[in-house]
């Protein structure tokens, strides 16, 4: 690649491994490059090797050979380059008898900053979560935890952001609404690293994703190119009943399926541009557009049936 693509490089891992025991090699010989402004999917099974490489991309552990470099610099422990990165690994932690306010502000206070540094007002804004601040965050559902996290991580306005599984536990619509939430995130400038099992989240949320099986990278690039053809589209509507009976009277629409809180369709010489601009024309508002099954297809083909 050419200087400029490097400049624009955030994340380069080159020839990354991690054995923990002559046994146990969690990681074996990763490279992979995330440009500014992607955001990146990490996928794989559980046991793949994703949350390793988080955590030796945040200087958590210490590979066992390779390196990373962060916005063109080596990384490690205590590498400056952290203090441009905002994560949530492994799940939020957090003092359960202090509200979220409080909590937010002990985190900022432990990294010896004063709180006039952090950047509350926009962290806040895209978490959402109002007055439930106030409330002692024993009391908040497993979804509210989460948009804490993440507001936790935005505290810094980080450059990128590192999320594993960010939606592991979540309902159907505490699901869209942290897909959401990370769109925002990349709209406001920053490049986003995530890791998941889950095949739709990656395909409706990333713009890239880089495939691991058994601790080697399998493939990367654009969702768009994993995924190749799009005969089969889901939508997320605001009116569900609405859009079915929209659908099944078109011409091309092979078959309308419900699939909470959606619906799967099957085209037949439509494209997914045609669909949004019917459903438009008839006032329903539109809310997610992607491929269905085509990455969990790509996903097979390259690991096999037993991943």
């Given at each position: 690649?050419d200087s ?6 955030v994340?380069?891992l080159?020839?990354l491994?991690?054995r923990?025991?002559?046994e146990v ?5 990763v490279?992979?490059?995330v440009?500014?402004g992607?955001?990146?999917g990490l996928l794989?099974?559980n046991?793949a090797?994703?949350t390793?490489?988080?955590r030796m991309?945040?200087g ?7 390196g990373v470099?962060?916005f063109?610099?080596?990384?490690g422990?205590?590498s400056?380059?952290l203090?441009?990165v905002g994560a949530?690994?492994e799940?939020?932690a957090?003092?359960p008898?202090?509200?979220g306010?409080d909590?937010l502000?002990l985190?900022?206070?432990?990294g010896g900053?004063?709180l006039s ?6 962290a806040?804004?895209?978490a ?9 965050v024993?009391?908040?559902s497993?979804?509210?935890k ?12 980080p450059?990128l952001?590192v999320l594993?599984?960010p939606?592991?536990?979540?309902d159907?619509?505490?699901m869209?609404e942290?897909?959401g ?10 490049t986003?690293?995530l890791s998941?099992h889950?095949?739709?989240e990656v395909?409706q949320?990333?713009?890239h994703?880089a495939?691991?099986n ?7 690039g654009?969702?768009?190119e994993?995924i ?7 939508i997320?509507?605001d009116?569900v ?7 099944e009277a078109m011409?091309?629409v092979?078959?309308?399926a419900?699939?909470?809180?959606g619906l799967?369709?099957?085209l037949?010489?439509?494209r997914?541009?045609?669909i ?5 024309n008839?006032g329903?508002?539109v809310?997610t557009?992607?491929?269905r099954?085509?990455l ?9 049936e037993d991943?």
């Amino acid at each position: 690649m050419d200087s400029g693509g490097a400049a624009a490089r955030v994340i380069e891992l080159s020839g990354l491994s991690k054995r923990f025991s002559p046994e146990v090699l969690a990681v074996d010989d990763v490279s992979l490059a995330v440009e500014r402004g992607q955001i990146m999917g990490l996928l794989g099974p559980n046991g793949a090797g994703k949350t390793t490489v988080l955590r030796m991309l945040l200087g958590l552990i210490h590979p066992t050979a390779g390196g990373v470099r962060l916005f063109g610099q080596a990384a490690g422990p205590s590498s400056p380059a952290l203090s441009r990165v905002g994560a949530l690994v492994e799940g939020p932690a957090f003092v359960p008898h202090l509200s979220g306010r409080d909590n937010l502000n002990l985190f900022w206070l432990a990294g010896g900053r004063p709180l006039s540094e952090a950047n509350f007002t926009e962290a806040l804004e895209i978490a959402g979560l109002g007055v439930a601040l106030r409330r002692k965050v024993r009391t908040y559902s497993h979804g509210m935890k989460q948009r804490l996290a993440l507001a936790q991580a935005l505290l810094n306005k980080p450059d990128l952001l590192v999320l594993d599984e960010p939606t592991s536990g979540l309902d159907p619509q505490e699901m869209r609404e942290i897909r959401g939430l990370i769109r925002t995130v990349s709209q406001r400038g920053a490049t986003v690293l995530l890791s998941s099992h889950i095949l739709a989240e990656v395909e409706q949320v990333c713009t890239h994703a880089a495939v691991m099986n058994r601790g080697r990278l399998v493939t990367s690039g654009p969702v768009a190119e994993l995924i190749g053809s799009d005969n089969a589209v889901y939508i997320e509507v605001d009116d569900v009943e609405g859009a079915r009976r929209v659908l099944e009277a078109m011409a091309g629409v092979k078959k309308v399926a419900l699939e909470s809180p959606g619906l799967s369709i099957q085209l037949n010489g439509l494209r997914r541009p045609q669909i949004v601009a019917a459903l438009v024309n008839a006032g329903l508002g539109v809310e997610t557009v992607t491929s269905r099954h085509r990455l969990e297809d790509a996903f097979i083909g390259l690991v096999g049936e037993d991943a």
